[in-house]
């Protein structure tokens, strides 16, 4: 994968590696560039990155990466592309599809799909997912087409600066709106469970409103303000209306064959423009059904 950025500089500053960090690159995109030649270059020489930026100064960045993630399998998988740039790719994610390969799951992730479509194209990436999503959990997932927009994209998951808005169909009549505060932490004697738990918990916090019901199941918009495992199948549980098809907190429900859980939008600055993008994707089918069997 090959990116080229350039920059007029209208102020200065100390140093190449000053102004680097201001815009985003990690200090491991910094050793990249340093180790490749002509990767950075000030009005057309290639210069060391202790050297000063003056107004009027061009700044050309190349940013290549000529191995991608050579541990993962291409999978031929079709992918639902939502939206796509130089910069960032948005898939809309299949239900039963993990987002990489594990001990037991080595192909058919999405990991596997996005390395086979680049393949395609003769253009080595390297797989960075910053928004992931459950195995069973479908919907807008974001990836970094390269090590600048994964620097500034990761660095703005950890500042809790990527809104994610799920729909989710829950057992029963929710209230109209809420705010769950409770910890969560791992369930006694379980890997993968989790559980509210007041005094060994983490913080959790979820923010939800009720946008439909029948008077046995409500469809809910959720906005998780933290991002603890499972947190929304956790916390609507809580509640008393787990998610339907929830085969670990609500097992005993078969209306859907996965928890009904969709990350129905994605709103985050774009890593390189700066311009605020809203991603959209629509609710699955088999959400859909249930909706219309109700």
């Not at 990690?26 to 057309?44: M, Q, R, Y």
């Not at 339907?244 to 078969?254: A, C, K, N, S």
Request: charged share 20%.
């Amino acid at each position: 994968m090959i990116r080229n950025l350039d920059y007029k500089i209208t102020q200065e500053a100390d140093s190449i590696l000053s102004f680097l960090k201001e815009h985003g690159y990690s200090s491991n995109l910094i050793v990249h560039l340093k180790k490749t030649p002509e990767s950075i270059l000030k009005n057309g020489i290639w210069s060391y990155v202790n050297e000063p930026l003056h107004a009027g100064d061009l700044l050309h960045i190349h940013i290549e990466e000529n191995e991608g993630s050579g541990n993962i399998v291409p999978n031929e998988i079709p992918l639902s592309i939502l939206y796509e740039d130089e910069d960032i790719l948005v898939i809309d994610k299949p239900a039963n599809m993990p987002i990489h390969p594990s001990m037991n799951h080595y192909e058919q992730t999405l990991a596997n799909g996005v390395l086979w479509y680049y393949a395609t194209q003769q253009n080595p990436y390297t797989f960075r997912c910053i928004t992931r999503l459950d195995r069973d959990t479908t919907g807008v997932t974001l990836l970094a087409k390269h090590m600048l927009s994964a620097s500034v994209l990761s660095k703005a998951m950890q500042q809790k600066l990527i809104q994610k808005e799920y729909l989710a169909l829950c057992d029963g009549v929710t209230p109209e709106h809420g705010t769950i505060n409770a910890p969560i932490c791992r369930a006694a004697d379980s890997v993968i469970e989790r559980c509210v738990d007041f005094e060994k918990g983490d913080s959790a916090v979820t923010h939800f409103t009720r946008e439909w019901t029948n008077g046995q199941i409500s469809l809910v918009r959720v906005k998780p303000e933290t991002g603890r495992t499972h947190q929304i199948r956790v916390h609507m549980k809580h509640t008393g209306h787990p998610l339907l098809g929830d085969f670990l907190y609500h097992p005993e429900d078969h209306s859907i064959s996965r928890q009904a859980l969709h990350c129905a939008s994605l709103t985050f600055t774009h890593p390189i423009t700066g311009e605020t993008l809203t991603i959209n994707a629509k609710l699955p089918e088999d959400m859909q059904q249930l909706l219309s069997q109700s």
